[in-house]
């Protein structure tokens, strides 16, 4: 079994909002990336897609996205992203996946031998905004998608927050490894855990603690792409797996 990441896929099949207003790479994204996907993966591998699945508002919404992403080969491991307006609790969203479809959310799940945890993470304290973070948490129906730059005043309560449902990740990870102790760790995180020029933080010293082989992030688009750290860092080897950075082409993991 191989695991590849795609993250940020950004469908919108019941909300359209055209991709394409942040670059003609984004010009009928959906379609490209059902074509790459079938083109690179296999029935037996595992695609792990680290948030900002769907622009739906609620779940209803979101499950024509879902159910694109489950007709594709694989089985799937989805994390919310900070755009994930429909995703409720975690019992809902599970039951609303199809079979070889998986959600994690402030746990961690085996499949084959690999354990994968992680959270979505935030903005680390210090860290500018993305010029394509869109909205702040908890943005109303119908938020418009377009360019622009946001600073929440709790960005470090938040950040500090998802430190600990990170924590929560791994300690369910630990438990996971004591009946599977061969078991390759893996994370997803949706925000970058390591920030440009390798500045460690919080969320990286835990995953290089924990062992960590390989961790799978998104978040960063356009002009930001080149923020995003990719490679070794402390131990852990990050992958930075954004659709449009990787020409909306699953990319290898681990295998």
């Known amino acids: 079994m191989r695991i590849l990441a795609l993250s940020d896929p950004h469908l919108s099949s019941v909300r359209p909002k055209p991709m394409d207003v942040f670059g003609q790479n984004w010009k009928d994204h959906p379609a490209r990336i059902a074509e790459n996907w079938r083109r690179v993966v296999r029935d037996d591998d595992l695609v792990l897609v680290p948030g ?25 491991i989805l994390l919310r992203g900070n755009h994930d307006y429909w995703w409720s609790a975690i019992g809902k969203v599970r039951a609303t996946l ?42 109303p129906a119908g938020a418009a998608a377009t360019p622009g730059h946001y600073q929440r005043s709790d960005d ?36 970058p855990a390591v920030l440009p020029r390798g500045v460690a933080t919080a969320a990286s010293d835990i995953l290089e603690a924990a062992g960590v082989e ?34 909306f082409t699953p990319v290898l993991v681990a295998e």
Not at 56 to 72: F, I, N, Q, S, T
Not at 122 to 136: N, V
Not at 184 to 190: D, I, Y
Not at 227 to 234: E, T
């Open 52 to 76: 900002d699945i769907s622009w739906a508002m609620r779940l209803e919404e979101a499950a024509p996205d879902l159910a694109l992403l489950g007709a594709l080969p694989g089985r799937k």
């Open 156 to 191: 470090e309560k938040i950040y500090w927050r998802e430190v600990e449902r990170l924590k929560l990740s791994l300690h369910a990870a630990e438990k996971l490894r004591k009946k599977a102790p061969g078991a390759r760790l893996v994370a997803m995180t949706h925000f």
């Open 214 to 247: 390989a961790c799978v992030y998104g978040h960063l688009h356009g002009p930001d792409v080149h923020r995003a750290f990719r490679g070794p860092h402390g131990g852990v080897r990050y992958v930075f797996a954004a659709c449009d950075a990787i020409d």
């Open 98 to 139: 199809g079979p070889g479809m998986m959600a994690l959310q402030n746990d961690a799940l085996v499949v084959g031998g690999f354990i994968v945890m992680g959270a979505r993470g935030w903005r680390a304290p210090g860290e500018k905004p993305a010029k394509y973070d869109l909205e702040p948490e908890g943005a």
